[in-house]
C-alpha cells in the first residue's frame, strides 16, 4: 500500500488481557518504530528496527512489552497482562533509511483501551 | 524530565495572518529538528525540517527558524489557512540515533 497501515484500530482489552498490534510499513522501508500517546501528549519512543534487527528498545515500558519484525517487514507490538496505564494510541512510523531527513510517514494508529 | 517543550497548548488566528508556533529543547545533542502537523483520528504528517547547520529553511508557506544557543525554534506560516487547523508537533534527533523526541504539541485554530 501507500501508507502505512495498522490493525486493528481501535482495540477494547480487559484488564489482564493480551493484545498484539501490527504495523504494515511502507514497502521497502528499512526502518520501523513504535510511539505511545497518551491523551494530550506528544508521541513517546518505544522501540526502533532497521530491517529485523531490533536496534533500540530502550522505550519500551516494562517487560509486558514486546515488539518484533521478523522478515524485517510487518511487525507486531505484543503487550501481555495489559494494565489501564496501557491505554493509549500506538503509532507505528516507517522510513526509508536510518535516518530519513524527510521525517517518518505515520499510520493512524491504533486505539488501545484497557477496561 | 521533558527534554523538548511547547509551552503554548493552543493558539488561535485570523486567516491571512501569521502563525508561530515555538518549541524549546534542553538536549545539546539533538541536531535535527522537524514539525509534524497531525489531524483527529490520523497519526502525524511531517512538515518541515532543519539541521542544526543552518538556522533557517523555508517551503512555501511555512519556514521554520532554529536558534541553538537559545535551544529555540519555531514554525511560521504565512499567510494562515483554515486548513492548517490542526496540532502541530515539534520532535527533535540526533542524526544516527533513530528516534526522536516529541513535545506534547500546539492547537492552531485559523479562524475564517
Known amino acids: 500500500g501507500a501508507g502505512v497501515s495498522q490493525s486493528p484500530r481501535y482495540k477494547v482489552a480487559k484488564r489482564g488481557q493480551d493484545v498484539a498490534l501490527r504495523c504494515d510499513p511502507i514497502?521497502?522501508?528499512?526502518?520501523l518504530f513504535w510511539y505511545q500517546q497518551a491523551l494530550g501528549q506528544g508521541p513517546e519512543f518505544l522501540t526502533y528496527?532497521?530491517?529485523?534487527?531490533?536496534?533500540?528498545k530502550s522505550g519500551l515500558p516494562s517487560d509486558r512489552f514486546f515488539a518484533e519484525r521478523p522478515e524485517g517487514s510487518v511487525s507486531t507490538l505484543k503487550i501481555q497482562r495489559t494494565q489501564q496505564e496501557d491505554s493509549a494510541v500506538y503509532l507505528c512510523?516507517?522510513?526509508?533509511?536510518?535516518?530519513?531527513?524527510?521525517?517518518?510517514?505515520f499510520g493512524s494508529g491504533t486505539r488501545l483501551t484497557v477496561v | 524530565d521533558q527534554q523538548v517543550k511547547q509551552n503554548s497548548p493552543s493558539l488561535s488566528v485570523q486567516e491571512g495572518r501569521i502563525s508561530i508556533l515555538n518549541c524549546d529543547y534542553t538536549?545539546?545533542?539533538?541536531?535535527?529538528f522537524l514539525w509534524y502537523k497531525k489531524y483527529p483520528a490520523e497519526g502525524p504528517t511531517f512538515l518541515i525540517s532543519?539541521?542544526?547547520?543552518?538556522d533557517k529553511n523555508e517551503d512555501g508557506r511555512f519556514t521554520v527558524f532554529l536558534n541553538k544557543s537559545a535551544k529555540h525554534l519555531s514554525l511560521h506560516i504565512v499567510p494562515s489557512q483554515p486548513g492548517d487547523s490542526a496540532v502541530y508537533f515539534c520532535?527533535?534527533?540526533?542524526?544516527?540515533?533513530?528516534?526522536?523526541?516529541f513535545g506534547d504539541g500546539t492547537t492552531l485554530t485559523v479562524k475564517p
Open positions: 538536549n545539546s545533542m539533538f541536531d535535527y
Open positions: 532543519i539541521s542544526s547547520i543552518k
Open positions: 520532535a527533535a534527533s540526533a542524526v544516527n540515533a533513530g528516534k526522536s523526541t
Open positions: 514497502s521497502g522501508h528499512v526502518s
Open positions: 528496527f532497521q530491517n529485523e534487527a531490533q536496534l533500540d
Open positions: 512510523a516507517s522510513s526509508l533509511g536510518g535516518f530519513d531527513n524527510y521525517g517518518y510517514t
